[in-house]
């Protein structure tokens, strides 16, 4: 079985320029999150699907990043313009969403340097 | 904002050795899980125990859990140098189905 599949693995742009990853979960997994690691840190989530529908982007900063996940598949997650800032692991995980046994499987993360 | 802190933040031992992590969380679970990262990789889960359990094993890993103390601990016995990776607590809070991840603590297992 595919686990969690991100592309790109690594994106290098100049700030103020755009970049967006794609997410692929496991077929089946209802529930899809986006997470942000910064070095040395624990991911902190942007945002989390069920489905098509984000139930929760509290912590998504929305005057630059966006996310989407047509067909309740496959996701992408834009910033637009990056800054220096964003630099980080951008994590994609996905679970079956079971309450109380919610487990996540990770994908290997796209790393973002803005320069 | 991250829900638990582990501790120690890093920690090195020797190939054989017993290696003990701890994380302390803020509010009240539905569970608590494990996750371990190598370098340059996602996180890949090793454990979860629930809020009315104790303590859990899974092959050279244990795990306890205090939700008096809002507390829990890793122990990975007879440790190898393949287990040298940054590990992660995580807590499933009541009524959020997100995890809240803590800052992780850094294991080192010397050859």
């Known amino acids: 079985e595919a686990g969690v599949v991100q592309s790109p693995r690594y994106k290098i742009i100049e700030k103020k320029q755009p970049v967006a990853f794609w997410c692929n979960p496991i077929s089946g997994h209802n529930t899809l999150y986006w997470y942000l690691q910064n070095l040395g840190q624990g991911p902190e989530l942007l945002i989390r699907y069920e489905n098509e529908e984000a139930v929760d982007d509290s912590q998504l900063p929305k005057d630059r990043f966006s996310a989407e996940r047509l067909k309740g598949v496959d996701s992408t997650l834009k910033i637009q313009p990056a800054e220096l800032g964003d630099s980080a692991v951008y994590l994609c995980a996905s679970s079956t969403g079971v309450a109380g046994a919610n487990v996540l499987t990770f994908g290997a993360g796209s790393r973002l340097t803005v320069l | 904002s991250q829900q638990g802190e582990e501790d120690p933040q890093a920690l090195s031992i020797q190939e054989g050795e017993n ?79 997100n995890l809240f991840f803590g800052t992780g603590t850094r294991l080192t297992v010397i050859p």
């Not at chain 2, 996180?43 to 306890?64: A, D, P, Q, Y």
Request: charged content about 20%.
């Open chain 2, 19 to 97: 290696a003990t992590m701890n994380c302390s969380y803020k509010t009240s679970i539905n569970n608590l899980q494990w996750y371990r990262q190598n370098s340059g990789r996602g996180l890949v889960h090793l454990i979860l125990i629930r809020s009315n359990e104790r303590e859990k094993h899974s092959g050279r890993l244990r795990v306890t859990l205090d939700t008096s103390k809002k507390s829990s601990s890793l122990l990975i016995t007879a440790s190898r140098a393949a287990d040298t990776a940054s590990y992660f607590c995580a807590t499933d809070l009541y009524g959020a189905n």
